[in-house]
């Protein structure tokens, strides 16, 4: 519940325990008035409107003490006539605090107090449900910090784990380019070996295999050929003359034909 009322030429609008400042009034600090120009009363919903004050409304007030306005300057000239007035002036004002509106049987005052029980019951009420809340946060986010370095480990395996490049050399070796120099290492050893003139090396090649079948056949005629006695027939079926005539000393010694490889 509310009020408008009147007082020293001015309105104001009061509830119960306002303090307001109004014009000076002949009353004494700690004293109670009752101000009965009231032009407006609403409660709630309801609101009644005076022509021009309010019947059977009031409103009781106590006066706190007396004190002064802010100063205001009046300032006086007149032109060309080198005259100049300044005056300042704070207005005696009286502090009242509104203790009760009264209408139509009902107080504002009673309508408080019996409002402030139920005020205290809706602040405690909302005070264990802020405690409650707080408390399931808490929990919530307790519960959370645990399960979060459980998930913890999988996030860090998911990353794969970077490579050396000493680790990364023998997986080079393995590709296609590595397996072509590979197969190619005997036949570049062999160049090699030719071009350093080295005979068992050079006896190793397909014309040095032919020159030794063939060795045996040329030897065979030139002794049927020749008129030596039996003795040397029996000579040459020795083991030693078998043996020197597989002998690759016996056959002429061929080198092998060169190639563009060998250049």
């Not at 100063?71 to 032109?79: E, L, M, S, T």
């Not at 405690?124 to 399931?136: D, G, M, P």
């Not at 998930?151 to 393995?174: G, I, L, T, V």
């Amino acid at each position: 519940m509310y009020a408008v009322i009147e007082t020293g030429g001015k309105q104001y609008r009061v509830e119960v325990g306002t303090e307001l400042e109004v014009e000076l009034l002949d009353v004494e600090p700690g004293q109670n008035i009752t101000l009965d120009r009231v032009l407006l009363v609403v409660d709630g919903a309801e609101a009644n409107v005076g022509t021009p004050i309010v019947d059977g409304a009031a409103v009781e007030a106590e006066v706190v003490g007396a004190t002064r306005g802010e100063k205001v300057i009046a300032f006086k000239y007149r032109p060309k006539a080198r005259r100049r007035v300044k005056k300042g002036h704070r207005q005696d004002l009286t502090v009242l605090r509104i203790a009760d509106i009264r209408f139509g049987g009902k107080s504002a005052a009673e309508t408080e107090k019996r409002a402030v029980p139920a005020k205290a019951d809706e602040k405690k009420r909302l005070e264990e449900a802020a405690a409650r809340q707080a408390a399931e946060d808490a929990a919530l986010a307790a519960k959370l910090n645990v399960v979060a370095p459980e998930a913890a480990p999988d996030e860090e395996a998911a990353p794969a784990p970077r490579k050396s490049r000493a680790k990364a050399a023998p997986e080079a070796a393995e590709t296609p380019e590595a397996d072509e120099v590979a197969e190619a290492a005997p036949a570049v050893a062999a160049l090699e070996a030719d071009a350093s003139g080295e005979t068992p090396e050079a006896a190793e090649t397909p014309e040095a295999d032919e020159v030794a079948e063939a060795a045996p056949a040329v030897a065979a005629p030139e002794a049927d050929a020749s008129d030596e006695t039996p003795e040397a027939d029996a000579s040459d079926e020795t083991p030693e003359a078998d043996a020197s005539d597989e002998t690759p000393e016996a056959a002429p010694k061929k080198r092998a034909a060169r190639t563009k490889k060998d250049d």
